[in-house]
């Protein structure tokens, strides 16, 4: 049976990864995770003091990136494959509010995206991946087999990444959350470069009021009847 490529984009919080990283076990694919790419150079710039008082320092940031090394690592006991920022397990740091308080400024930097997008088609080269991100039904894979994209109302999605913060432990309030969503979702859809929309030919999965099983099987019956036909 062929391989194919399944792309999966939409608004932050709105479950891709959890769909996306079932859909490649059950398939037995590579599954991976664009936004932790953009996370990792977002830590980078960060930890290298490039952004102060809101502000990113574009300039020192390009200059900097051929010192930023990113790589997958998969990790046996989770099931998924971490992310590694030159050589360190920057999985949980990439996940802190503070990292996704400045994630969507760095992902506008041109030069930034041209890098993790050329990473990106080089590891869906033989294709048998989910890939899940913003761009990559319009621009990374703009030929994939499978594209979805997924919306919920933003209280939905605020409420989902609130509890997961919770959970870890951060101290954050559910009002911050939700003006995250929505500041994200805005520099998203409107920036220039590669903005976050949906694909002439992706099928579109509003997940409000949706369960995580009656979505996967869903969405696993469509992947099936494309698998089929290749
Ligand atoms: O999926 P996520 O919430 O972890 O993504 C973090 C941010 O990275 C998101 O707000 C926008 C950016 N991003 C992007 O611009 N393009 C992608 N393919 C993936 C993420």
């Not at 996370?39 to 020192?60: E, N, Y």
């Not at 998203?188 to 470069?193: G, I, L, T, V």
């Amino acid at each position: 049976m062929g391989k194919i490529t399944i792309a999966i984009d939409g608004y932050s919080s709105t479950g891709k990864s959890t769909l996306a990283k079932q859909l490649a076990h059950a398939l037995g694919y590579i599954y991976v995770d664009t936004g932790a790419m953009y996370r990792a150079v977002t830590l980078f710039a960060l930890r290298a003091g490039l952004i102060k008082d809101s502000r990113t320092d574009d300039l020192l940031l390009i200059k900097a990136l051929p010192d930023i090394h990113l790589n997958f690592q998969f990790n046996e006991d989770l099931g998924f494959a971490e992310m590694y920022l030159n050589g360190e397990n920057v999985e949980k740091e990439i996940r802190q509010l503070e990292v996704s308080k400045f994630v969507s400024k760095i992902a506008i930097i041109g030069a930034v995206r041209d890098k993790l997008v050329e990473m990106q088609r080089a590891m869906g080269k033989d294709k048998g991946l989910v890939m899940d991100g913003r761009d990559i039904g319009t621009v990374v894979f703009p030929d994939a087999e499978l594209k979805i994209f997924m919306t919920a109302s933003p209280d939905a999605r605020a409420a989902r990444r609130y509890k997961e913060l919770l959970d870890r432990g951060e101290e954050v309030s559910y009002e911050e959350v939700l003006k995250n969503v929505q500041e994200r979702d805005y520099i998203d859809s409107n920036r220039e470069h590669s903005p976050l929309k949906k694909a002439a030919d992706a099928i579109e999965f509003d997940n409000t009021d949706m369960g995580l099983k009656e979505q996967f099987e869903r969405i696993q019956n469509f992947a099936e009847r494309v698998i089929e036909k290749v």
